[in-house]
């Protein structure tokens, strides 16, 4: 149990300023909200809270609209005042929730879809690699130059529903004749939650390399063999976001993210300028990424 007044480093006060500006920019952006669901659940969840009376107790699970608030606004401040364009993105949030780690059904998701592709651009532009969200939903997800983004939130990881991924990114790349770099968000599929993994940091750890031991193969076959048949995509980058429960920290919201650069040695069309472009985008989510040559 937690009690009100505790949680110093995030006030009533800043609670309320990021609500205010999250309920900003979705007036400003055109967007209606939906009642129960998605950004209306979150908005109404942080309200509940700030109503919570000072020295009353409440579960962990109170704090976690908190958590997603804090990163979203944050997010949604960076592209705001690097003049991008999000409404499309920001409109899509209406359905879902912001249950990570808990699967949900295949037309109630789109909360975590476009928080990850809202989080990518983002975490793009405040590491200066200057994309734009396209304010469609026809076509790939980021764009950044003569590279296209696609972003895909599974919430099964197989080889299968990979390679349909990856191969319908590469025929849509040949399309437009452009390269690309493909992002996965593994929190779904990977199931990381504080009820999964238990409440202590070493156990947390320990159990959490475990499942991404599990989820090895797949990722090993996707990026020995089903890659090379993607010529037009010179990278992967996954990021997991996830609620992290300590006795020391308490609640947090993580995001851990790794990249693969994928050199295309062979592919003659393939200017030296395109790989760095493409290194670019992949550098922010690992700054030394594995390296696959095909």
């Known amino acids: 149990m937690f009690q009100k007044g505790q949680l110093t480093g995030y006030s009533n006060v800043l609670i309320q300023a990021d609500l205010d500006f999250l309920k900003y920019q979705i007036k400003n952006q055109g967007v209606k909200l939906i009642a129960g669901t998605g950004l209306h659940k979150l908005i109404s969840e942080c309200e509940h809270f700030l109503a919570i009376p000072s020295g009353e107790e409440f579960t962990y699970d109170v704090l976690k609209p908190l958590l997603v608030l804090y990163s979203l606004s944050d997010t949604v401040r960076t592209l705001w005042m690097k003049g991008k364009k999000y409404a499309t993105q920001l409109g899509a949030m209406n359905s879902g929730d912001f249950s990570y780690g808990v699967k949900g059904s295949s037309h ?9 592709e809202l989080f990518s ?19 790939n997800d980021i764009m950044f130059g003569q590279l296209e983004i696609q972003c895909k939130h ?4 197989s080889r299968d529903n990979m390679d349909d991924y990856l191969r319908a990114f590469q025929s ?14 593994s929190d779904d599929f990977l199931g990381f939650t504080p009820e999964q993994f238990g409440f ?3 156990l947390i750890l320990a ?16 990026f020995d063999d089903v890659l090379r048949f993607c010529p037009r995509v010179l990278g992967v980058y996954i990021l997991n976001t996830h609620f992290l429960f300590s006795e020391k920290m308490g609640l947090t919201l993580s995001k851990t993210s790794n990249a693969v ?9 393939v200017p030296e ?9 992949l550098y922010p989510f690992n700054s030394k990424p594995a390296i696959r040559s095909y």
């Not at 109630?108 to 990850?116: A, C, G, L, P, V």
């Not at 300028?273 to 985008?281: G, L, N, P």
């Open 207 to 222: 159990n959490y390399q475990r499942t991404l031991q599990v989820e090895d193969d797949v990722l090993r076959h996707i």
């Open 261 to 269: 650069f994928c050199l295309r040695p062979n592919a003659k069309e």
């Open 121 to 139: 651009a983002a975490f793009l532009v405040e590491n200066n690699v200057d994309v734009e969200l396209p304010q469609h939903t026809e076509g």
């Open 172 to 185: 849509s790349l040949v399309k437009s004749n452009k390269y690309g770099v493909f992002g996965v968000g």
């Open 108 to 116: 109630d998701k789109y909360f975590k879809d476009f928080e990850f």
């Open 273 to 281: 300028s395109m790989h760095r472009e493409a290194y670019k985008i």
């Open 200 to 202: 202590d940091d070493k």
């Open 154 to 157: 599974p919430e099964v990881l």
